[in-house]
């Protein structure tokens, strides 16, 4: 089934959800526990949880982790905007700026060169928001702001090439087809504008970038970006363009809305506090089950799992504690290392004999040699929350 052609095509969430439903009898049998007592409640996409609705952001509930590839109606949606509606026989993307050969691209002639196939996970910097003290501007995820998908695609590099990159190009920036305004008491933006974010040119012509127009296997459902979007495979979400139309390369440094009002950290080179954009994630590491405040069983063997990822470089221990931590043992890495996705890991938890309660953590380590923090960095804002989240459970 074409889930994005037809949406696309229908332009209506109405049509998206029926195509979804009817294509995952199961999980829209199962539901979310509650009754579907109307007609909204009997659309919403299974399995995800709702942060805000118009525009939808979504979470995927990291407490069912099961599989490696997140299945797509369950991966997490994270939109700034309504939902463009762009059809694949009027969109077209250009590569334009700082270029010899300024190019326009229709949606058959992208889908027929050789395509590439990648797995990537995908985090909102913005996940695990819900565990930062005080009022927060942004959406508040707990722990499914991230999910994992396979991509099939072009590297962006190739689209470059063909268009001829000048000498003294600095920024490629990927704009989305989706609009707004954002309004004070937020930083305003200067009137309506689209969706956009860059990449330095080194990191645009690195393979693991991706023009994707397929997601596990089918053509990208309009949540996800349909026809086409970038997949920055190693950086925080907020790179990866969706519904992308237009690539201009600059002779500068881009300060678009997305990385200077908002997505940035305090940096501070010579003890200097600077605004930076945020891109490469970092190491962190997520408890699936138990999940927060489940009751578990006293004096018995309860597999702990969870997954773990680094961005571009490889787990390579993840440790666990029961107590508050104090103390660590490690827990066991699953499976093997798959480039820019998650690593599954497990434990085997021998609970405590007495009912009570108690603080579960995990902590990952990677490659590059960086550990979770175990405090939260203030310098971070509100973005890149990867210090050791507390998980308490009851112990019955
Ligand atoms: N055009 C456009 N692209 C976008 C966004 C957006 O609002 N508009 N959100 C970004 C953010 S913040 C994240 S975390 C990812 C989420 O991708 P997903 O919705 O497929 O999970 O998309 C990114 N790409
Ligand atoms: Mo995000």
Redesign the pocket.
């Known amino acids: 089934m074409d889930g994005g052609m037809r949406a696309a095509a229908g332009a209506s969430r109405r049509t998206f959800l029926g195509g979804l439903a009817a294509a995952v009898p199961m999980l829209a049998a199962a539901g979310t526990g509650r009754g579907a007592d109307n007609e909204s409640d009997a659309l919403d996409i299974p399995g995800l949880i709702t942060r805000q609705k118009g525009?939808d952001?979504?979470e995927f509930p990291f407490s069912n982790l099961k599989s490696f590839i997140t299945p797509t109606e369950q991966?997490?949606?994270?939109?700034?905007?309504e939902v463009?509606t762009v059809t694949a026989d009027d969109w077209t993307l250009t590569v334009e700026g700082h270029v010899e050969r300024p190019l326009t691209l229709r949606y058959d002639e992208l889908r027929s060169q050789p395509a590439t196939k990648r797995t990537a996970l995908?985090?909102?910097?913005?996940?695990g928001r819900v565990f930062l003290k005080g009022l927060q501007p942004g959406l508040r995820w707990e722990l499914g702001?991230v999910?994992n998908?396979e991509w099939t695609g072009i590297p962006l590099a190739t689209l470059l090439q063909r268009a001829g990159v000048k000498p003294g190009a600095v920024d490629v920036v990927?704009?989305?087809?989706?609009t707004g305004e954002v309004r004070p008491p937020n930083p305003a933006t200067p009137g309506v504008i689209?969706?956009?974010?860059s990449l330095p040119l080194a990191k645009a012509n690195s393979p693991e970038v991706l023009l994707a127009w397929q997601?596990n296997g089918e053509d990208l459902t309009v949540?996800?970006?349909f026809p086409v979007?970038?997949v920055v495979a190693g950086w925080?979400?907020?790179?990866?363009?969706?519904?992308?139309k237009r690539i201009v390369v600059l002779d500068r440094p881009y300060d678009g809305y997305?990385q200077t009002f908002n997505?940035t950290i305090w940096q501070r080179p010579q003890g200097l506090p600077t605004l930076t954009p945020v891109t490469e994630l970092d190491v962190k590491s997520q408890i699936a089950r138990p999940a927060g405040f489940e009751v578990v069983p006293r004096n018995s063997e309860y597999r702990v799992h969870g997954a773990a990822w680094a961005g571009d470089a490889e787990i390579t221990n993840v440790e666990f504690s029961t107590d508050d931590g104090r103390t660590w043992t490690n827990a066991a890495l699953v499976g093997e290392h798959v480039p820019y996705a998650w690593r599954f890991w497990e434990h085997a938890w021998r609970t405590p004999e007495q009912p009570g309660s108690t603080v579960l953590m995990s902590r990952a380590t990677d490659s590059r040699g960086r550990t979770q923090a175990m405090e939260r960095d203030a310098d971070r804002r509100d973005a890149m929350i990867s210090h050791v989240l507390p998980v308490a459970v009851e112990i019955r």
């Open positions: 525009p952001n979504l991966f997490f949606v994270r939109s700034h905007f463009p995908l985090e909102c910097a913005g996940n702001g999910s998908a990927l704009e989305g087809a989706d689209s969706y956009s974010r997601m949540p996800h970006g979007r970038a925080y979400g907020m790179a990866s363009v969706k519904w992308l997305y997505y």
